[in-house]
């Protein structure tokens, strides 16, 4: 009975997460969490940009193939076409590459050839997720990193702003990821910014009758208008996507997309769909409910697709493999 009951619990668990665990390194390397925090703390505290950053390169570098470090290797001569080097990858933080390739040099001091690049990212944005004021959840260890990367794999796993709902459940249900799950881990989009590319649509020549979407808040979309003006010419433009607390982890992304406030198209879905908008208002309406939701969804897209023992290496350095592939 006793064996049964083990055997069934061992088959609930996703087979490549069954080992990790949040104690991974607790011998060999100790001070792992410590230097995480403190590189997470002064980074933060520098350049405020960062939480949201990292938060969007760990959920670009999951959803794509795993969350493998494959979105930290630079391409060259042996690997032409890495993922970092796809379209949708081009926008991701600067910050973010670099506080965790700092970590990593950090760690190979201390632990030579004990940590992952994935453990790192994993770790860090849900210390820096816990440092805007969102909330905790246990990080499990022992990913191992990618031994590929391929820029081309990224079109077909990343949900993009100008697809239909149904395109985004499915991108989502692909990852066994729950309507649910969507929209809580969706809730990112409380902290960071969009560049106006991303949304120019919405608020320039937008129909033959009207200059702007009609579902965005008209003063909104003035504001819009105003800061991003110039964006052929300066790409770099760009604005908050939660104008009312744009450096806090809140709920109130939820609460922007039914008043119109919502940056993208697909936010604006979110709040309109029948199958998301009742979640959406739950959320608005009660922070703790989408807490407690977001920090499940996100140790799910943590352990998603990780490698571990054979299936992956320690890399010396994040941005290239130990050996060039074969
Ligand atoms: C419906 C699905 C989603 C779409 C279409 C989408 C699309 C986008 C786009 C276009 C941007 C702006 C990028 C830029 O201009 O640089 C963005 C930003 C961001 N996204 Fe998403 N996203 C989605 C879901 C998610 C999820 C699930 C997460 C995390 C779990 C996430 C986290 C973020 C964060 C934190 C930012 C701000 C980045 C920064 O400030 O550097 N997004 N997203």
Same mark, same amino acid.
């Given at each position: ?199 120019? @649509?919405?608020?320039?020549?937008? =129909?033959?009758?009207?200059?702007? $979407? /009609?579902?965005?808040?008209? !003063? *909104? ?8 003006? @110039?964006?052929?010419?300066?790409? =770099?433009?760009?604005?908050?996507? $939660? /104008?009312?607390?744009?450096? !806090? *982890? ?77």
């Amino acid at each position: 009975m006793a064996f049964a009951v083990l055997f069934l619990l061992f088959l609930s668990v996703p087979f490549s997460s069954a080992k990790l665990n949040p104690d991974y390194y607790s011998a060999t390397c100790p001070d792992f969490a410590k230097i995480v925090r403190d590189q997470v703390f002064t980074k933060q505290s520098v350049v405020p940009a960062t939480a949201a950053g990292v938060l969007r390169l760990f959920f670009h570098d999951c959803i794509t193939d795993g969350c493998d470090a494959s979105i930290f290797i630079s391409s060259n001569a042996y690997t032409p076409h890495a993922e970092r080097d796809a379209d949708l990858n081009l926008s991701l933080s600067g910050d973010a590459f670099d506080l965790v390739i700092k970590i990593k040099n950090l760690l190979e001091l201390t632990c030579p050839g004990v940590v992952s690049c994935s453990d790192i990212i994993a770790q860090a944005t849900r210390d820096l997720i816990k440092m805007v004021g969102g909330p905790y959840f246990p990080v499990r260890l022992g990913r191992k990193d990618s031994l590929n990367s391929d820029a081309s794999k990224v079109p077909a796993s990343l949900p993009t702003p100008t697809m239909t709902m149904d395109d985004i459940i499915n991108k989502f249900a692909a990852r066994k990821f729950t309507v649910r799950e969507m929209v809580a881990l969706t809730g990112a989009h409380t902290i960071g910014f969009t560049h106006c590319k991303e949304f120019a @649509n919405r608020i320039f020549n937008f =129909s033959p009758t009207s200059q702007v $979407d /009609p579902t965005l808040h008209p !003063k *909104f979309a003035e504001g819009l208008r105003h800061v991003c003006w @110039n964006y052929t010419k300066d790409p =770099s433009m760009s604005a908050f996507n $939660d /104008p009312r607390s744009p450096s !806090k *982890f809140d709920n109130a992304y939820f609460g922007n997309v039914l008043k119109g406030l919502g940056l993208l198209r697909s936010d604006y879905l979110l709040g309109a769909d029948p199958r998301t908008r009742p979640i959406v208002e739950e959320y608005a309406k009660n922070e703790q409910a989408f807490f407690r939701d977001f920090a499940k969804a996100m140790e799910k897209l943590a352990v998603l697709g990780v490698k571990t023992g054979n299936a992956g290496e320690i890399r010396s350095r994040c941005d290239q493999f130990n050996h060039i592939p074969a």
